[in-house]
């Protein structure tokens, strides 16, 4: 999917001539360096005013920032290891899918929208957590998604966190510009309703899947029908860690694609 696709896909649905030059400013501007003070003011005006997107997929407050996040052929890999999980478990009731990392709802939108799945989500950023909220409303499934405001880690507390606030690409990190502490917890000491009958994960956490997944081992460790889809950096430090952790907890794994990773499980 490359820009042209981007562009095309919104001449046909937008109807907003003003957004589509702002998309095009948009992507010609973040080619410089966002640390300069003079673009990023360009690039905070280009973004400032969302348009209302209706997809099949949902109804989202559209950014030029986040444009390509909403373009149907997103992440066409990981859409197909969706769709043949929404297959298999078609006729099972009260399935579960939990997305961790939620970002602006792009697969818990369109998961519990479409595909008959309850949807527990997790978006630690303030702002992207308002969006996403903004956009569940929009879609009309409030009652399809709960969502929760903080990370996931190996252990209950509080982390530095940089919110990015043009690309999305908000991470835990150690120290640096832009950050805020934001809280984080352990799944497992979550009180969650029929959470065994979780059928599906994404875990989309920018280099924090490790602790993500750590925190909720003993959930994975339980299930007996499940895919986890995780987003690793080829030069992820835990890389090998997080395979050696799902292996142990019985999860057969294949890549599928440059950094992201499906692990699965069916037992009797």
Known sequence: MGKLDVLLFYLRTSKSPSFICRIILYSLFGMFNKKNVLVRRILKALNRRPILLKTDFGTFLAYPSLSWVLHPNYEPKIKDVILKNVTEFEKESDKIFIDVGAHVGRYAIEIG????YSVIAF??????????????????IENKIHVFNFGLDSKN????FED???????RIVYGGERTIRIPVKRFDDLKIKNIDKTRLIVIDVEGSEYG???GMKQMLKRS?????????????ENKGAILSL???LDFKHRQIDSQNHLFYKRTK
């Open 113 to 116: 929208k479409n595909y008959g």
């Open 123 to 140: 978006e630690p950023s303030p702002q992207t957590f308002k969006l996403l909220k903004k956009n569940i409303s929009h879609s009309r």
């Open 157 to 160: 507390g509080s982390v530095s």
């Open 164 to 170: 990015d606030e043009f690309e999305g690409a908000n």
């Open 212 to 214: 993500a997944i750590l």
């Open 224 to 236: 007996k029908a499940i895919d986890v889809i995780v987003e690793i950096f080829e030069n992820s």
């Open 246 to 248: 799902m292996k142990s």
